[in-house]
């Protein structure tokens, strides 16, 4: 009898692979393992074993393994299951699943690139003889591919030893650059022991009597230190003795004061440590029952909690009980709002129990925490990561918590698989027999039509924690203060007002604009021209800080223009504007302010978000402008105002979700606002002051907009009643693009009849010089989703048989939006 495997490669294909194998490997290997196989021409590959069989394959002779590269399975029949789930629902390959499951450094190939890793002291001792050759030579080249080790080392099996050195941290793979987190550092000041006991004070305060200054610097310190047992920063010691730097440093060179530097998060992280447990207050306390009832009763949750009602402590009841019993909990949340804040708190509650697993991580540090899952061992009972977390190899799943569910970022787009993680949670808890809770103030029109119709529970959360009340939302309509010739730049009058009051009380603002960049477009008064990316359909944006117009989708950029390119003509003006330009506009406006940005070109690189975060929590930034990245979750303390430049981009945004989206965000953005005593404000710029969202989110009303949103969507057939796929055609060649995308529509159209739409150019239909076509396929509720897809499917396999259109790719996206 022969035997073979059915492995998964990480490529885009439709079917596993088969492989045979000799019967001492059958008798050994285990689905989930990991076999280094041979694939087209010359390459080899990893692989995770699908299925151990005995029947060859129909097409094509079984060629042997390479090797076995685990002695245990890294992949649990789980996560076998919950990937082909995946690739069926999202209609991809299993093997693109693999890819976005497996961090890098498990999937080593012939291309990958090896080189030394730069975080170790390296033992030479300690290496066996393969791994000394091939380390010696990596301090020779800077890299190797594998297909050179192999050479190298003269064997074809070397898989096995780079891997070992991979997970020892010796090398790494696929050109991962380090950054090494450079934690903020605090400066600190205490007074030196010698002066501590209540004799050695009074001779110190004596001998300071004609320093006046310096004696009410150390007056001030002791007033603090008798107010709270933190650490007293630096800063807060200049400010409360109204002295200056100078002063306190001279102390510090008379070894008075000692001066001693910490790390931001590990301070609070220790002081939350003692001060933990906290009373939940009576509507907490009634949410988390209800929650506890119908988790009972195997139903899914849907928490609907102002911002700042205290939900997150609602959740860490939940995590409590479920490590309780042993189990593993995930918590999914938007990247951005990952933060140290958040960590802090749960690390305060669970300490070394939560792990996190971020995509900037790593692929050294992702391979740690995914090994840590796998054994379940104590260090990940709790992980807390975005949407690739929904990946790790849970064995004893017991609880997902879904934060912020109706983040748009949850939904990956490129490359496939393109899930929505927050819908694979609810079948991946499923699988688990796992509690799941989704939990927004703004919950996405799905799920909270999912609560009303019986499929979730609705938990309800409508007080704010402490009592603090909502913001009071103001309108200013900008039409009318252009008019009035009140506005300066972009900002009208009343703004401005409350930003002065906000400073002058020493509490700090947040301007939201939705766009990056300094004004999006450059336009010549003259003939009309605006300057356009060569490469996409796109006009250039400038960029002030840089002096350039760049494309914002493929990079592309020039010096800014003095003339006009077409006309020569110099009368330029700029249209729309961006968060750089409202930040250059404050500077001019109120130069003593400190002022900050937060957007995609400030918050590159791992740590990016978390420094600018970090400077406006320990309030070095007095205002923050930024784009939606400032709407997540994130807890700040002295805001008191929040400002949205312009509510309209948001609204005119062409999709069927802008209403919904533009009303969740400036939701949550005013959610920034007065989080702790005082009321906060918010006021919304925008030249509709009458449109039906912008009055909806000044007045809270959730189900107001719930409920008209939902009639739209009734009315045009669009979720949640009608079910959407997108097809993207894409190539170099327009008129191939066009044909094809034509061909393609009018054979769905044979089936589909009238719930095809298109074929359309997107609004960017040129992108890096690819032309792009879309067509959207709805699916009405009675049809069935399965028999839809096969009909895909077979309609797929047609287009592929056509020479012609072999440069077109197509995506399909479903639940594209
Ligand atoms: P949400 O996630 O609902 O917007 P948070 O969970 O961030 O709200 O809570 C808002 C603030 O209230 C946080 O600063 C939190 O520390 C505080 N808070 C919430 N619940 C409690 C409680 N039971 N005791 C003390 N402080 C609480
Ligand atoms: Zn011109
Ligand atoms: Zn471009």
């Not at 054994?375 to 004893?396: H, M, T």
Request: glycine residues 6%.
């Amino acid at each position: 009898m022969s035997f073979f495997l059915n492995v998964i490669l990480p490529l885009p294909l439709e079917k596993r692979f088969t492989y045979e194998i000799s019967r001492e490997e059958a008798s050994f290997i285990q689905p989930g393992m990991r076999v280094a196989v041979p694939f087209g021409k010359s390459k080899i590959y990893t692989g995770i074993v699908a299925e151990v069989h005995n029947t060859p394959p129909q097409l094509y002779d079984a060629k042997p393994i390479e090797q076995i590269l685990d002695n245990a399975p890294v992949v649990t029949p789980g996560q076998l299951k919950f990937w082909n789930w995946l690739a069926k629902y999202y209609m991809c390959s299993e093997g693109e699943v693999l890819r976005a499951a497996l961090p890098g450094g498990f999937l080593l190939e012939s291309e990958t690139l090896v080189q030394l890793g730069n975080t170790k002291e390296v033992n030479e001792d300690e290496l066996g003889d393969d791994e000394y050759l091939l380390y010696e030579a990596l301090q020779r080249q800077s890299s190797l591919k594998i297909k050179e080790i192999i050479q190298l080392l003269d064997k074809k099996t070397v898989l096995p030893v780079i891997n070992k050195m991979v997970t020892r941290g010796i090398v790494v793979v696929n050109q991962e650059i380090y950054e090494q987190y450079k934690p903020k550092l605090i400066k600190y000041v205490k007074l030196n022991k010698e002066h501590a006991s209540e004799a050695a004070m009074h001779v110190l305060l004596d001998d300071l009597g004609r320093a006046p200054k310096q004696r009410e610097v150390i007056l001030t310190l002791f007033q603090l230190q008798a107010g709270s047992k933190k650490p007293i920063k630096l800063k807060n010691l200049v400010k409360a003795s109204g002295s200056s730097a100078a002063v306190v440093k001279t102390l510090i060179d008379k070894k008075v004061l000692i001066d001693f530097k910490l790390q931001e998060d590990r301070v609070s992280f220790e002081i939350n440590k003692s001060t933990t447990v906290l009373e939940l207050n009576e509507w907490q306390q009634k949410a988390l029952s209800e929650i506890k009832k119908h988790f009972n009763e195997k139903e899914v949750c849907l928490l609907h909690g102002i911002t700042s009602s205290g939900k997150t402590e609602v959740y860490i009841r939940l995590i409590e009980a479920a490590i309780a019993n042993g189990k593993q909990v995930l918590y999914l949340l938007p990247e951005i709002a990952l933060t140290a804040q958040l960590v802090a708190r749960l690390q305060a509650f669970f300490g070394e129990k939560v792990l996190v697993y971020h995509s900037k991580y790593s692929v050294n540090e992702r391979m740690e925490i995914y090994e840590h899952v796998l054994k379940a061992s104590e260090k990940a009972q709790v992980i807390l990561g975005a949407r690739s977390s929904l990946f790790l190899p849970f064995n004893d799943l017991g609880l997902i918590v879904v934060d912020e569910e109706h983040e748009t970022t949850f939904k990956q787009f490129d490359p496939a698989p393109r899930y929505n993680a927050r819908d694979a949670a609810v079948v991946l808890a499923n699988m688990h027999g796992a509690n799941l809770i989704l939990g927004s103030a703004t919950p996405s029109i799905e799920s909270y039509y999912n609560a009303s119709h019986d499929k979730y529970r609705l938990v309800n959360l409508d007080r704010r924690y402490g009592e603090v009340l909502l913001p009071e939302i103001e309108i200013v309509d900008i039409k009318e203060k252009y008019r009035k010739k009140r506005m300066t730049g972009h900002f009208s009058d009343r703004l401005l007002e409350e930003i002065k009051l906000a400073l002058a009380e020493e509490e700090q603002v947040i301007l939201f604009q939705n766009r990056r960049g300094y004004s999006p477009i450059l336009e010549c008064t003259t003939c009309g021209h605006s300057p356009q990316c060569p490469n996409c359909d796109v006009s250039l944006t400038y960029h002030s800080n840089s002096n350039q117009l760049r494309c914002h989708y493929c990079g592309y950029h020039i010096a800014m223009q003095k003339k006009c390119m077409a006309c020569d003509s110099p009368e330029l003006t700029t249209k729309g504007f961006g968060t750089e330009q409202i930040e250059t506009e404050l500077k001019a406006l109120l130069p003593e302010a400190r002022i900050g940005r937060m957007d995609q070109d400030t918050t590159r690189g791992k740590h990016g978000h978390q420094k600018i975060i970090t400077s406006f929590e320990q309030e070095e930034i007095d205002i923050l402008v930024g784009t939606q990245m400032l709407s997540k979750g994130l807890d700040f303390r002295k805001v008191r105002l929040v400002g949205i430049m312009n509510a309209d981009t948001l609204l005119n945004f062409p999709d069927f979700r802008a209403h919904e989206r533009s009303f969740q965000l400036m939701l949550q953005v005013a959610g920034r606002a007065g989080r702790t005593k005082d009321r906060g404000k918010v006021l919304i710029q925008t030249y509709n002051p009458h449109h039906q969202i912008v009055k909806q989110v000044s007045v809270n009303d959730y189900k107001g907009m719930y409920k008209e949103q939902l009639e739209d969507r009734y009315q045009y057939q669009y979720p949640p009643y009608y079910k959407l796929i997108r097809f993207t055609l894409k190539s170099r060649d327009y008129s191939k693009t066009n044909e094809a995308a034509d061909w393609l529509a009018r054979s769905l159209q044979n089936v589909f009849r009238e719930h095809v739409l298109g074929p359309e150019f997107p609004p960017v239909a040129r992108i890096r010089n690819e032309y792009y076509k879309n067509i959207l396929l709805k699916i009405p509720p009675k049809q069935s989703l399965g028999k839809t897809k096969a009909y895909i499917e077979k309609i797929m396999g047609s287009f592929k048989a056509i020479g012609a259109w072999r440069s077109v790719r197509v995506i399909i996206n479903v639940d594209p939006y």
